[in-house]
Each structure stands twice: as structure tokens, then as C-alpha cells.
């Protein structure tokens, strides 16, 4: 079954202590990047990633960082996290190096830093 | 800069009614995509439509119709004799080169 599959869904922890959304997907796609979700706000794209190596910052990139050392995985990095960095996080990919073809999300890891 | 309003926050209908959700976009790309995905109560995102700037055709698909207006830069979605399975937060997103810009989305309630 064709799927981006993010670890974990759920996450507590507490200010400063590094952790990883980790992102898989298993249909070959080119792009894909993160986003996060908070009430009012939508959702906000934190980095992107046209192919292996090739990653850029979005919109709210500030206290992340992102590695695409193979086509399938995109995990997402805080080396310290703060309570403002509460949310629900989707990863996505797309078939297009672009990003113009439809994203194919996650199910989501909602993150609460205590 | 691109830039995704949906200006409605929420609305609320009763089963059967037709609504109109709200899509105004900026972007000085040329060749651009919009989008439109449904996010339901279960949280996962679906992906609905896709249009680009150059197909100004409106579409529809069952009771889901889209209008794109490039000289409004609109792209409208309309939902005919709504369902309480329509309930759900809608967002529409832009994709020039490689970033996607989603708007703060529609939350949608159907009453029954």
C-alpha cells in the first residue's frame, strides 16, 4: 500500500531534550517536506526536500533541521525543543521534484513539550 | 510573497444546503498549482483537487464543484446538498516553485 508513514504519533518530553520525528515513504517520490499544524494558523511548511541531499527551508524552519540521506526517509530534527514547538506535525511527499503534484500526508505526530 | 486567505473561520449549514468556501491567493509565479484538501474529524489529510494556472475550466465531481478565477485569484469550492460526511476543516494551498503555501483553512459543520 502506497503511504508516508511518520513515528511517533504521539510524543511528550521536556524542554531541550533532542528528539525525531522519523518519515518514510514507499512510493519513490522526489519531494517531501513538513509541516505544522496550530489552531488559527493552518498549516506551515518547515522544510522541503526536492531530492536526496537537496533540502531548503519553508516557512518556519527556526529550531529544526531535516536530513534526506535517502529517497524514502525525511526525518525531522529538534535539538532542543521549547514548549512553542507544541503541535501536530505532518510529513508529506509528492511525485514531483516541484512539489506541484498533490502531497500525500502522514497521519500526523502531535508533539507536547513540557 | 504567496499568500492563501480563506477568510471564513467556520460555517455552519444544515444537511441539504449548498456552501461556498472561500479561496483568495497572491503569488507573481506564472505557472502555479492550487489545491484543495479535506482535513475530517479523524485528523488525516485528503487531497481533493488540483488545478493549475494555465486550466481555467470549472469541475465537478459529484456534489463537489470548484470555480478558478484567475482574475479574481479565487478558486471557490462549492459543495451541493451537504452531508453531515462533509464535515470536516478544509484548507486550499498554492504551489509555485517547491514551497506550499495552505491557507488557515475553513472548519465545516453539516447539522443534521
Keep these: 500500500e502506497a503511504q508516508v508513514t511518520q513515528n511517533p504519533r504521539y510524543l511528550i518530553t521536556v524542554t531541550g531534550k533532542k528528539l525525531t520525528v522519523t518519515c518514510s515513504q514507499n512510493m519513490n517520490h522526489e519531494y517531501m517536506s513538513w509541516y505544522r499544524q496550530d489552531p488559527g494558523l493552518g498549516l506551515r511548511q518547515i522544510y522541503y526536500s526536492m531530492n536526496v541531499e537537496v533540502t531548503d527551508k519553508g516557512d518556519v524552519p527556526e529550531g529544526y533541521k531535516v536530513s534526506r540521506k535517502e529517497k524514502r526517509n525525511f526525518p525531522l530534527?529538534?535539538?532542543?525543543?521549547?514548549p512553542n514547538q507544541t503541535s501536530l506535525y505532518f510529513c508529506a511527499s509528492s511525485s514531483t521534484r516541484q512539489g506541484h503534484s498533490p502531497l500525500h500526508f502522514g497521519n500526523g505526530t502531535r508533539l507536547t513539550v513540557t | 510573497?504567496?499568500?492563501?486567505t480563506q477568510a471564513q473561520t467556520e460555517i455552519s449549514v444544515v444537511e441539504k444546503e449548498d456552501v461556498t468556501l472561500d479561496c483568495v491567493y497572491e503569488t507573481r509565479d506564472t505557472t502555479y498549482y492550487l489545491f484543495w484538501y479535506k482535513q475530517p474529524p479523524s485528523g488525516e489529510l485528503v487531497f481533493l483537487i488540483r488545478r493549475n494556472s494555465f486550466d481555467e475550466q470549472n469541475e465537478i465531481s459529484g456534489r463537489y464543484s470548484w470555480n478558478f478565477q484567475k482574475s479574481?485569484?479565487?478558486?471557490?469550492?462549492?459543495?451541493?446538498?451537504?452531508?453531515?460526511?462533509?464535515?470536516?476543516v478544509y484548507f486550499c494551498a498554492l504551489s509555485g516553485t517547491y514551497k506550499y503555501i495552505f491557507g488557515t483553512g475553513t472548519r465545516l459543520k453539516v447539522l443534521a
Excluded at chain 2, 1 to 4: D, S, W
Design chain 1, 77 to 82: 530534527i529538534l535539538e532542543s525543543p521549547s
Design chain 2, 1 to 4: 510573497a504567496q499568500k492563501v
Design chain 2, 72 to 88: 479574481t485569484s479565487s478558486f471557490n469550492f462549492t459543495i451541493t446538498a451537504s452531508q453531515v460526511v462533509d464535515s470536516a
